[in-house]
């Protein structure tokens, strides 16, 4: 079983900066990809990035193309999201997703195990 604990999150003005993490726990850490996904009031589940915890391979993709990046410290088992520029539209709860089967994609049918996420405002 993994288990997932996110950090980092609060609120901040726009044009700022964030940096969420994400400690991971349970399972095999080097089976694991894990991803970053975002859903604001009324709105559906937004993938962000997600990365392969053996290889480092990224994906990234929409809203967070050019601003956000993904990355891992091994050693601390944690995934940790830079969010730069930030927009009053990042405004959301973000989630840590992770599967096991080291398999980096943008579904959430591909993520079995998810955190509790961490609420991100942003204002003007």
């Known amino acids: 079983q993994v288990q997932l604990v996110e950090s980092g999150g609060g609120s901040v003005q726009a044009g700022g900066s964030l940096r969420l993490s994400c400690a991971a726990s349970g399972g095999t850490y080097n089976t694991y990809a894990l991803a970053w996904f975002r859903q604001a009031p009324g709105e559906e589940r937004e993938f962000l990035a997600a990365?392969?915890?053996?290889?480092?391979?990224?994906y990234i993709r929409g809203s967070a193309t050019g601003r956000f990046t993904i990355a891992k410290d091994d050693a601390k088992t944690t995934v940790y999201l830079q969010m730069n520029h930030l927009r009053p539209e990042d405004t959301a709860v973000y989630y840590c997703?992770?599967?096991?089967?080291?398999?980096?994609?943008?579904?959430?049918?591909?993520?079995?195990?998810w955190g509790e996420g961490t609420q991100v405002t942003v204002s003007t």
């Open positions: 997703a992770a599967n096991v089967r080291n398999r980096v994609a943008g579904l959430e049918s591909y993520y079995a195990y």
């Open positions: 990365i392969s915890a053996s290889t480092g391979i990224t």
